[in-house]
């Protein structure tokens, strides 16, 4: 069979390769994606927008039965948790032919393949027997959840973040009774706090000493308050032993507090951590490095080590910075093919300032560096905490729940980080994010005008209480 010839070939059609073959369309190049599954990978079908679909409808139901207003009364809202799956299958294929399939369908400088694609030959990927050329190629697979060998797992029905799909076999679409959650991570506390509202009995069983153990610790306690006021059961120092059961329940034996305890539930979610795409792209073929997880390394340009290859997204991990999230392998998509395409790079991507968020119920927005990592580094930290009820916003609505902690340079007051557990916390993460990536001071954090009132004034008093006891100023007061 005769090679189709493009001028860039990217495995994977996620956010990562769309904004790559976009950005090659743009430049007057051809571009191919394949795709394994879904058009659009893992974000729009099985990630990001249908778990933030489901999620608000979880808090929806919730606040109906628990009001945080005196005067108005709880009432009891109906679930249909099969129409609930369906009316987020229609929101996810309206989404995916809207940015996804109506782009590659008005393109002519774009074209999909559907099937595994494979490298078979330093310059050329074959896909169901369609064998694409190209002088340069983009590694942008994304990532798949890890599963972690434990005995009997294997032959234990279980459920991943997958479960959030559509139209596929392993799609949930029967709310449990009951659930396990693997995983003390914001996977697994996105989906444990989004069933128990449902009104799933939810327990998380964390193998470190807290929950989020990659954040601030005064966060994870945070979130673990309101998940245990919640009634969600968090374990932690957990060793999980064995599993076993069928399509009925599950049975969980694991270490807890120097005991060996069971644990029943109807179900079993595995929720600890991702793992890189790589295992069977053929890589080795034009000479492509990995590290012992599978991640692609890359430079600061995300080439491999094969000059004609990049890769970027999920894939490359941790490699020069970077964080698995989607605006991150976006942002790089388009560097990645602009390198791939001019021939000699040239553009270096940078990952100093990420914001990032965790969609619990108060929300999680988190940027820079923790104060460990910041002393790491070498820093001379000085941390400022404050509750959510020292902000007027949270005050005025009856929504305190939360701490933010903000992180300094002690010699030059530089604020290196912020973490945030509060209403609308994705949200006001962006100004802090800003202030980061113009290497804003504790005095402009302090010094700047906020609406009031608003949760954003959440950063200006964290930085003035590094000067002021702000749990006696006025409202509005400097």
Do not use: W
Request: hydrophobic fraction near 40%.
């Amino acid at each position: 069979m005769m090679a189709e010839k493009f001028d860039l070939v990217i495995l994977g059609s996620g956010s990562t390769a769309f904004a790559a073959a976009l950005r090659a369309a743009a430049s007057g190049h051809t571009a191919a994606m394949t795709e394994v599954r879904t058009l659009g990978g893992t974000c729009a079908n099985r990630g990001c927008l249908p778990s933030k679909n489901l999620i608000e409808a979880a808090k929806i139901l919730y606040d109906t039965k628990h009001p945080r207003y005196p005067g108005l009364s709880p009432t009891s809202m109906s679930l249909d948790f099969r129409a609930l799956i369906e009316q987020k299958d229609a929101v996810i294929e309206d989404y995916r032919g809207k940015k996804y399939q109506s782009i590659v369908f008005n393109s002519q400088r774009i074209r999909v393949f559907e099937g595994s694609a494979r490298f078979s030959g330093s310059n050329e990927v074959t896909v169901n027997g369609q064998v694409l050329s190209a002088a340069r190629f983009l590694v942008a697979t994304g990532s798949s959840p890890a599963v972690p060998e434990v005995p009997g797992l294997r032959d234990t029905p279980y459920l991943t973040s997958d479960l959030l799909t559509s139209h596929e076999d392993i799609e949930l679409t029967e709310l449990p009774v009951s659930l396990i959650i693997l995983g003390g991570g914001y996977i697994a506390l996105e989906l444990g706090q989004m069933f128990a509202r449902f009104g799933t009995s939810v327990t998380i069983l964390a193998r470190g000493a807290r929950i989020l153990t990659a954040y601030e610790p005064e966060i994870a306690q945070s979130v673990a308050d309101v998940f245990r006021e919640e009634g969600i059961a968090i374990h932690t120092k957990t060793t999980v032993s064995r599993v076993h059961g069928d399509e009925r329940h599950v049975v969980v034996t694991l270490q807890m507090d120097g005991r060996q305890k069971e644990l029943k539930a109807a179900k079993l979610l595995v929720a600890t951590g991702r793992t890189p795409n790589t295992e069977h792209l053929g890589l080795e073929l034009p000479g492509v490095d990995m590290d012992a997880r599978g991640f692609v390394k890359v430079n600061d340009e995300l080439r491999t080590s094969a000059e004609h290859v990049y890769a970027a997204g999920d894939v490359i991990g941790s490699y020069t910075g970077s964080q698995p999230a989607t605006p991150v392998g976006a942002q790089d998509g388009g560097i990645a093919a602009e390198n791939a395409l001019n021939g000699n790079g040239g553009r270096t991507v940078t990952h100093a300032v990420i914001p990032r968020a965790i969609f619990t119920d108060p929300q999680v927005g988190v940027v820079g560096l923790s104060d460990a990592e910041a002393t790491a580094r070498g820093y001379e930290c000085e941390c400022r905490i404050i509750p959510m009820s020292l902000v007027p916003r949270a005050g005025a609505v009856r929504e305190t729940r939360g701490v933010l902690k903000m992180v300094a340079d002690r010699n030059t007051k530089k604020v290196l980080g912020v973490s945030m557990h509060g209403m609308s916390a994705a949200e006001v993460i962006h100004e802090a994010a800003m202030g980061l990536h113009f290497g804003a001071s504790i005095d402009d954090f302090a010094r700047l005008l906020h609406v009031y009132p608003t949760m954003s004034e959440a950063l200006k008093i964290a930085a003035l209480s590094y000067t002021k006891d702000v749990s006696k100023m006025s409202c509005c007061a400097d």
